[in-house]
């Protein structure tokens, strides 16, 4: 069953703009995770932010995390055409049973 | 070696022969996934393994029969496949709180 939702499903913005992505869940998490993935590849793990971390920061990339609400966001600054990939948010309950749910996935498309 | 290596990267089978997934880490983590992901989809848990043994079934059917030789290796076996089960099928592991290194996939077509 899929936990994280995110939206929009698909978002295309111009080189240099900044993409923001949203992701609700239903449940309590452990932490929550953001990978993306190129056409028909495998996927690369962004950023990790635990249930007790508000924002975190790597490179261009801002995740926050509101766990009242259930929801996270991902913010790409200063986008590439190189960012193009499809980007999901993915839940970890934690406990023994390492299991990794994933949302449905934003399509960004960054045009040149 | 911070690498999860999936042979083969693409497979066409047909719905009577056996063959294998392979997947490999060298990076000491004790948990491993396979995964299954169709064509605009997001992957969908398959089978986890924590130390080796099984520990998740996703209620995946038996013709998908997936073997941890040891702490490096992973293997799926397939045997009787649908033509549904045409889709990228991705390996790949973690140690417990931290992100998942995932394997470029393996292309499988049941034809």
């Known amino acids: 069953s899929q936990q994280g939702e995110e939206d929009p499903q698909a978002l295309s913005i111009q080189e240099g703009e900044n993409a923001t992505m949203n992701c609700s869940y239903k449940?309590?998490?452990?932490?929550l995770q953001w990978y993306r993935q190129n056409s028909g590849r495998g996927l690369v793990h962004l950023i990790l932010?635990?249930?007790?971390?508000r924002e975190k920061h790597s490179g261009r990339l801002r995740v926050t995390l509101d766990t009242s609400k259930k929801s996270s966001s991902l913010l790409i600054t200063a986008s590439r055409a190189a960012d193009t990939a499809s980007y999901f948010c993915?839940?970890?309950?934690?406990?023994?049973?390492?299991?990794?749910?994933f949302g449905k996935g934003t399509l960004l498309t960054v045009n040149p | 070696d911070t690498e999860v290596t999936q042979t083969p990267k693409h497979l066409v089978m047909g719905m009577t022969n056996k063959k294998s997934l392979k997947c490999e880490q060298h990076?000491?983590?004790?948990?491993m996934y396979w995964y299954k992901q169709k064509a605009k989809k997001p992957p969908e848990l398959m089978f986890v393994?924590?130390?080796?043994?099984?520990?998740i079934n996703e209620s995946v059917p038996s013709r998908f029969s997936p073997e941890c030789p040891n702490s490096s290796l992973l293997n799926l076996h397939l045997h009787a496949l649908q033509p549904e089960d045409s889709a990228l099928y991705l390996c790949?592991?973690?140690?417990?709180?931290?992100?998942?290194?995932f394997g470029s996939g393996t292309r499988l077509t049941v034809v």
């Open positions: 993915a839940t970890d309950a934690g406990g023994s049973n390492y299991k990794l749910t």
């Open positions: 990076m000491g983590h004790r948990a």
């Open positions: 393994y924590s130390y080796e043994k099984l520990s």
């Open positions: 790949a592991s973690s140690q417990e709180g931290r992100g998942y290194t």
């Open positions: 449940t309590s998490i452990n932490n």
């Open positions: 932010i635990r249930s007790n971390e």
